[in-house]
């Protein structure tokens, strides 16, 4: 079993501390709910007396159901989406005008976000398709849809992003909308701060989901289950791959594999000597037959036997080091949003 234990106290202080320096926040709860699961999101976020909840995809919304505000999704709608609701709580991101026009047909003035296009490139409203959407939104009751606000959102580091915002919200002043409202994503605070000051007729609303919901990692800790250990020596045969143990040692089956993320791993940027000379060094690992897992036993992190199976992975343990018993609990590391938890204990 792989369990998430959170320290209920610390949690939820973080929770109250980022609500609190942030005014207009709307949480972020999308994909796996950041390890915790959406509902357990949606549910905490009414605690925190915000009106507003984000989530990734329309198949979320349902996910959501125990938040009472308004629920927005933040992948564009698009006229092929099937799984779409056009509820008076939901908020729709648009970014095309063709969108902008088909939307206005789904329903009674369905609620969006104009999303621009920032330098992240990945989709959103030039600065010449947000002026055509003031035009036909100029209409006011007759243009079909309720504008929210409009949406940045901004690549992470690479970084000040205030001049880019500044160029953005421009545009928007130029396109002469009917909002004065922007949702921004992935500003860092003091930039957010300066902006405020910039553009104090404008209403900065901040999208946040990792500094919120892990902001506060010293709460949060995971622990496997050690489910067999089996004393093997040097040459003995074992598991799927029929591979031979390197020395004398035990093989340590512990909850966890690749159906909880386990052994996945996400691409990455490399962009510093460091990270590129760990890449290597792990890639001579590779080939060598070696894997370093993430669990950790007698104060080591433990390499893989063979790779992770579905629910469960094998470790090879040296002779002389502490061997665990069948229940005991050994650490984990894992990446919060790509894991995938048996039971989630808040302590």
Known sequence: MITLYVDRTRWESNLQHVTAIHPGIVPVAKGNGYGFGIETLAAKANDLGVDTLAVGTYDE???????????????PWRPFETRATYDERVVHTVGRIADLRDLALKAERPRVVLELMTSMLRHGFSARGLREAGEILGGGEDSGVSVDGIALHMPMGHGSHVAEVDRLVNDVVAAELPTRRIYVSHLPDNELATLRASWSDFELRPRIGTALWLGDRGALSV????????????GEVFGYRGRSAPRHGYIVVVSGGTAHGIGLEAPNANTSLKDRAAAIARGGMDAAGFVRSPFTIDGKQRLFAEPPHMQASMLF??????????G??????????ATSFDRTVFV
């Open 328 to 337: 005991d609990e050994i650490d984990v590391r894992v990446r919060y949003t």
């Open 317 to 326: 343990l040296p002779a002389g080091a502490h061997v665990p018993a069948v």
């Open 223 to 234: 622990k496997a289950t050690v489910l067999d250990v089996h004393q093997v020596e040097r």
């Open 61 to 75: 919304i349902d996910q959501a159901h125990a938040f009472e505000g308004s629920v927005m999704v933040l992948t």
